[in-house]
């Protein structure tokens, strides 16, 4: 049996994809070209995983539950988020959708993933994993999900507690994925 060495945060994206898929088989070249990352990325994330038990031994099926214990209790713990300087950005956590339809917030309080083209300006915040804005780009769901886990990682208790709701339906109730 492998050693665990901890998680990283591209894992939790993994993870994130394969739950909005709902029980849609997948292979690895699938994700790791919508997730922008390489396939030996998505490999050692699903054997992270697996020794986390966040997913099933197959590396086939995420466990909802253990998934959303973790997002509640450690996420935050595990992958902080810093807020930087204001600039511009793509807007994440409480700024996009779909906590900005449910809070009324300041834009000057906003966070954004850095993008000089970005459409908007608040502080700046790293993204989970460093092509997450890309392949948020290329899914809108999925975009979604990054934006309630900044939300988590970076928000007060009123975004954290919105932000783990949304997510507990979008996780834990198959039909509402894609």
């Known amino acids: 049996m492998r050693k665990h060495n901890g998680m990283r945060p591209q894992d939790v994206a993994v993870l994130l994809k394969i739950t909005q898929r709902s ?3 997948w292979r690895y070249a ?3 070209r919508e997730l922008v ?3 030996s990325e998505v490999a050692e994330a699903l054997n992270r995983s697996m020794l986390a038990r966040l997913v099933d031994p197959a590396k086939r099926r995420v466990l909802r539950s253990s998934l ?4 509640t209790g450690g996420l935050k713990y595990v992958f902080p988020a810093q807020p930087g300087p204001v600039m511009r950005g793509t807007p994440t956590a409480h700024a996009a959708a779909p906590l900005n ?3 009324v917030s300041d834009p000057a309080d906003w966070y954004v993933w850095p993008a ?3 459409p908007v300006r608040g502080q700046a915040l790293e993204p989970l994993y460093p092509t997450a804005p890309a392949a948020a780009a290329l899914d809108a769901g999925f975009y979604e999900l990054l ?3 900044d939300a988590i990682r970076s928000g ?3 975004e954290y507690k919105l932000a783990l709701e949304q997510l507990s339906h979008r996780i834990l109730e198959p039909a509402y994925a894609r």
């Not at 959303?68 to 997002?71: A, G, I, K, N, S």
């Open 23 to 25: 029980d849609t088989p």
């Open 30 to 32: 699938d994700l790791a």
């Open 37 to 39: 990352i390489s396939q």
């Open 68 to 71: 959303m214990e973790f997002l």
């Open 101 to 103: 339809d449910l809070l």
């Open 116 to 118: 000089e083209d970005g």
């Open 147 to 149: 934006a309630l886990t």
């Open 156 to 158: 007060g208790i009123r």
